[in-house]
């Protein structure tokens, strides 16, 4: 009798955390984005965990608002996640009036996913060797210097640097930030702040050149690039980091069953190697680390966008 309690009760255990699939990953932005290159190597491994299908929804719009959104209100069964960045989960609270989900209510946190490095990139024929040289630019001409914005971290780094230097940039809005690269590579726009995971191939074929890391020390990869401290403006280390988040209300058992099945891909040696190369720091956590740390998170982008000079809109 009590190895027949024992089996049922393991197979009620199974049946609670098991995931039916086809798991569906929403990502805020478009294909080519960071977040869409580092979502596409995890799902691969997920959805061979969990013996599922995975298959990758861009919804890139409204500063993520809209794949935000379309997670909070699924089903709450574990085959729907929302795979995101700060934009979302720290600093929409503070650049968008009357936001329509909570990012911590709305939420069950699975686990953090990492932290990826952003660049202040310029094209390779741009005649602006340095972020000085920049800024003088837009000194003698105010609001004829552009640069491209698709997430919270251009928007608000860029306002940053406007404020900080005393000058007058022109901020043009994109939905993601392989728009931003084609636009820099063609003319349109002067400069912008891009995840390396975005612009690796540009910087590496020589046809981006980098003008600073957004970062308190410098990129192993690109050594000679200094920081945006070193380049004279300090205060721009703010982390860009990713999560991964199922709607609220998900059961406990499926939570912690995707926490350990993703943790188990992110500590893949393979993995961290790639996301190296693409300037992604990559590591899980609890879901109580998640949640703790977008609260967190939640407060210091207020103050990040309070030194930008930015308000809600």
Same mark, same amino acid.
């Given at each position: +009798? ?27 932005? =478009? ?9 596409? +190597? ?5 959805? !061979?965990?969990?013996?599922? *299908? ?9 500063? #993520? ?12 069964? =574990? ?34 996913? #990492?932290?990826? !490095?952003?660049?202040? %990139?310029?094209?390779? $024929? ?16 105010? $609001?004829?210097? *552009?640069? =491209? ?9 860029? *306002? ?23 636009? +820099?590579?063609? =003319? &349109? ?15 590496? #074929?020589?046809? +981006? ?17 200094? !920081? ?29 069953? %995707? $926490?350990?099945? %993703? ?9 961290? &190697?790639? #996301? ?13 680390? %998640? ?5 967190? &998170? ?16």
């Amino acid at each position: +009798m009590a190895a027949a309690l024992g089996a049922a009760a393991t197979s009620a255990f199974a049946q609670a955390d098991r995931i039916e699939g086809p798991l569906k990953i929403v990502l805020p932005f =478009g294909p080519g984005s960071g977040t869409d290159v580092y979502a596409r +190597m995890v799902a691969q491994h997920l959805s !061979t965990a969990l013996g599922v *299908s995975a298959v990758i929804e861009n919804r890139p719009g409204a500063n #993520g608002i809209l794949a935000a959104e379309s997670v909070a209100r699924a089903k709450p069964d =574990g085959n729907t996640l929302l795979f995101t960045t700060n934009t979302t989960h720290a600093a929409n609270p503070h650049l968008v009036k009357d936001l329509r989900y909570d990012p911590v209510k709305d939420f069950a946190p699975i686990s953090r996913m #990492g932290n990826l !490095t952003f660049f202040l %990139l310029v094209p390779a $024929n741009s005649p602006f060797r340095t972020l000085k040289e920049l800024v003088e630019a837009a000194r003698k001409a105010p $609001n004829t210097i *552009s640069y =491209g914005a698709a997430n919270s971290f251009g928007i608000v780094s860029g *306002s940053k640097l406007g404020k900080n230097a005393g000058v007058q940039f022109l901020r043009v809005p994109y939905k993601s930030s392989p728009n931003i690269t084609t636009d +820099m590579l063609g =003319g &349109q726009i002067h400069f912008a702040f891009v995840d390396l995971a975005a612009a690796s191939p540009l910087v590496k #074929g020589g046809k +981006m050149r980098a003008l600073a890391v957004l970062s308190d020390k410098r990129f192993p990869a690109l050594p000679d690039v200094p !920081t945006m401290s070193e380049a004279g403006y300090p205060g721009f280390d703010v982390v860009a980091w990713f999560g991964m988040f199922a709607p609220a209300g998900t059961p406990q058992p499926i939570v912690a069953r %995707l $926490n350990r099945e %993703l943790v188990a891909v992110l500590n893949r040696p393979d993995l961290r &190697q790639k #996301g190296a190369e693409l300037g992604i720091d990559i590591f899980g956590s609890s879901p109580r680390e %998640l949640e703790d740390y977008v609260k967190s &998170q939640i407060a210091l982008w207020g103050q990040f966008t309070a030194d930008a000079g930015l308000k809600p809109e």
